[in-house]
Each structure stands twice: as structure tokens, then as C-alpha cells.
């Protein structure tokens, strides 16, 4: 399976759980995709980093586009990429966000906190 074909089935199953196991319905809300936004920008920063400095790489077999290493570093936009990232890195970013809060949102509406509730930590008192 490819990077691309996992990056898509990551995107159904999470739209999947958030709208019919955890019913948390984020993506029909503006403030997550308001939150999203500011995600996704620090996202591009931290992979472009990654991959741009070839601290990550890709098997150019498995992404959409792809460039040699002996081509030097990846494109910082084109041949399937985004910030020196491949496009595929959004999909994961976008299923990893609204698991995680989808997940926090089921959390919280079913009563499961910190304990204690809020305050400074249970040592310093």
C-alpha cells in the first residue's frame, strides 16, 4: 500500500469515527476548522523542515510526484509537494488533529478529567 492510499484511508476512517462512533461532528463546526488553519500552518514549517533538510525522506515509489536524491534536495513547491513535504503529510496531519481532538472533545463530554479538576498541581499544597 502506498503512502497516498494510507493517507486517504486514514482520512475516511477518522471522518468515519468522528461522525458516527464519537459523534463529536468537528468537521461540521467553523472553530475547528478555525483551529485547523493555525495547525496546519505550523505543520508545513515543522515538515518542510524536516524533509527540506533531508532529515526525512520519502520513497518517491510510494508518493505522489517524487524527486531522486541524487537531484539534490526536493522541490519546495510541485512534484507533488508542499513545503519540500509531499502532499500526503496533510492527509496524516489532518486525520492526527481531529482524532486527537475528537477524542478529547468525547473525553470531556463524558466526564473524564484530571484529577484534581483545575488548581495548581496536588505538591505544591
Known amino acids: 500500500m502506498t503512502y497516498t492510499q494510507l493517507g486517504c484511508l486514514a482520512?475516511?476512517?477518522v471522518v468515519v469515527i468522528d461522525l458516527f462512533l464519537l459523534r463529536t461532528k468537528l468537521i461540521t463546526r467553523k472553530v475547528f476548522w478555525v483551529s485547523y488553519a493555525i495547525i496546519v500552518l505550523f505543520q508545513l514549517i515543522t515538515n518542510g523542515m524536516f524533509t527540506g533538510f533531508g532529515i526525512v525522506r520519502y520513497n518517491d515509489?510510494?508518493?505522489?510526484?517524487?524527486?531522486?536524491?541524487?537531484?539534490?534536495?526536493?522541490?519546495?513547491?510541485?512534484?507533488?509537494?508542499?513545503?519540500?513535504?509531499?502532499?500526503?503529510?496533510?492527509?496524516?496531519?489532518?486525520?492526527?488533529?481531529?482524532?486527537?481532538?475528537g477524542c478529547w472533545v468525547w473525553l470531556g463530554r463524558h466526564g473524564v478529567q484530571r484529577t484534581p479538576k483545575a488548581g495548581p498541581p496536588i505538591w505544591r499544597r
Do not use: H, Y
Open 61 to 101: 515509489a510510494a508518493i505522489i510526484g517524487g524527486s531522486s536524491p541524487e537531484d539534490g534536495p526536493p522541490p519546495f513547491i510541485g512534484d507533488g509537494r508542499l513545503a519540500f513535504a509531499p502532499v500526503e503529510d496533510l492527509l496524516f496531519g489532518f486525520a492526527i488533529v481531529l482524532l486527537s481532538l
Open 11 to 13: 482520512i475516511i476512517l
